[in-house]
């Protein structure tokens, strides 16, 4: 798998790390997302992670699964979570397979859920 595939992005705006997400996603990025976040998140205090899924045209139980397990570890560790930008064809999907979504909130932008770090 080529690198721009797995390589991730953490951008730290005002204390709340921002994670964009490319597309499609894959297992590789996953295993990647979640030993990267993790290892920031015990190393520097942040208020706040907000992961960018505005570029992701569909997801598919598992890769929200994998999005699930990331989320969960880092609210685990004291974080909250933000889930932004989900496109309509993503969120239709989700809808349908009746997943919990307690361990984060949503936005519709990355704006939006940078203001509920404000």
């Known amino acids: 798998m080529p690198e721009s595939d797995t390589r991730i992005v953490l951008q730290l705006v005002e204390g709340v790390m921002i994670v964009p997400f490319?597309?499609?996603?894959?297992?590789?990025?996953?295993s990647e997302l979640r030993k990267s976040v993790l290892a920031y998140v015990h190393l520097h205090q942040i208020s706040g992670l907000v992961l960018?899924?505005?570029?992701?045209?569909?997801?598919?139980?598992?890769?929200?699964?994998?999005?699930?397990?990331?989320?969960?570890?880092?609210?685990?560790?004291g974080v909250s979570v933000?889930?932004?930008?989900?496109?309509?064809?993503?969120?239709?999907?989700?809808?349908?397979?009746?997943?919990?979504?307690?361990?984060a909130d949503t936005a519709l932008s990355v704006e939006?859920?940078?203001e509920r770090f404000r």
């Open 22 to 30: 490319p597309d499609p996603v894959h297992d590789a990025f996953f």
């Open 112 to 114: 939006s859920a940078m």
């Open 82 to 103: 933000v889930l932004a930008g989900i496109r309509p064809g993503a969120a239709a999907g989700l809808t349908m397979m009746d997943l919990e979504t307690c361990w």
């Open 52 to 77: 960018d899924l505005s570029a992701v045209e569909l997801l598919d139980d598992h890769d929200f699964e994998m999005i699930r397990r990331v989320g969960v570890g880092v609210k685990l560790m």
